[in-house]
Structure formats: structure tokens, C-alpha cells
């Protein structure tokens, strides 16, 4: 199982409204499994992000990416302070 570290990390609103620091793919991973929307672009980074943990050659920049958008898609981004 691999990890995928991305930086600068990606900072979410948890479904609790707690601010939550995300810099792997597994992380991203786990995020995305707890929001209520599902969006295409939270599709996509829910299957990058597990192709990345099951052990595909993916670059960190792109699950970052796509995290990042599904956040914004989802209401969930927080700007980084």
C-alpha cells in the first residue's frame, strides 16, 4: 500500500466543521469517504486516490490536484493560514 505524499498539503472542513491538514493520498482518501457531496470531480479523486494506495504510478501532483478540486466542488476547502 502506497502513501503518496503531496505538498503543500490540502486544508478541508471536516463534516464536524474542524479544520483538517491533508497530505497523502490515503488521507485525501479518507476525507473524501465522509462527504455528503459527490460531485464528478469527487469521483475522480476518490479513483485516483485509491488507484494510488493500491500501488499505480501516480504523480502526487495529480491526486493533490484533484483532491483540491473536489474539495472546492464539495464547499469542504479551507484556504491554507
Known sequence: ME????????FVRTEAGDRHSCNNARAALEQLKT???????????????LSAVEGDPIDSHVI???FEAAAKEAKMYLSPE
Do not use: D, E, I, N
Not at 502513501?3 to 490540502?10: E, N, R
Not at 462527504?35 to 486516490?49: D, E, I, N, S, Y
Open 35 to 49: 462527504w455528503t457531496r459527490r460531485g464528478p470531480r469527487w469521483h475522480k479523486a476518490v479513483t485516483l486516490c
Open 64 to 66: 493533490r490536484t484533484a
Open 3 to 10: 502513501t503518496h505524499w503531496f505538498v503543500p498539503p490540502v
